[in-house]
Nanobody, 122 residues
Framework: QVQLVESGGGLVQAGGSLRLSCAASGSISSINAMGWYRQAPGKQRELVATISSGGSTNYADSVKGRFTISRDNAKNTVYLQMNSLKAEDTAVYYC????????????????WGGGTLVTVSS
């Protein structure tokens, strides 16, 4: 019932910027931590950034100073502002969230979006 949908991926030149969005919808009571992960070709999925319900953030060392994660709790949406993009940022970016739903009122469930492709060209 709960669904995460990413948007904003695409093709961008190195040094450029891109803003990803992920909106959670469905039967939601509350959302705890949200985050972004990415998976490049031939590599394992890795954490990019996370943000708590209170706004505390953490980032992978590779994106610190370039990426900013934020959220709009009223819209159940998390964002990833990506600046100074590099070729090595090319990956499928996945949204992740820990969500409490009325359908499972006693436990928080983890959800993944389907991913959005970010390609950084030379």
């Amino acid at each position: 019932q709960v669904q995460l949908v990413e948007s904003g991926g695409g093709l961008v030149q190195a040094g450029g910027s891109l803003r990803l969005s992920c909106a959670a919808s469905g039967s939601i009571s509350s959302i705890n931590a949200m985050g972004w992960y990415r998976q490049a070709p031939g590599k394992q999925r890795e954490l990019v950034a996370t943000i708590s319900s209170g706004g505390s953030t953490n980032y992978a060392d590779s994106v610190k100073g370039r990426f900013t994660i934020s959220r709009d709790n009223a819209k159940n949406t998390v964002y990833l502002q990506m600046n100074s993009l590099k070729a090595e940022d090319t990956a499928v970016y996945y949204c992740n969230a820990n969500i409490l739903s009325p359908r499972s009122p006693l436990s928080v469930m983890n959800y993944w979006g389907g991913g959005t492709l970010v390609t950084v060209s030379s």
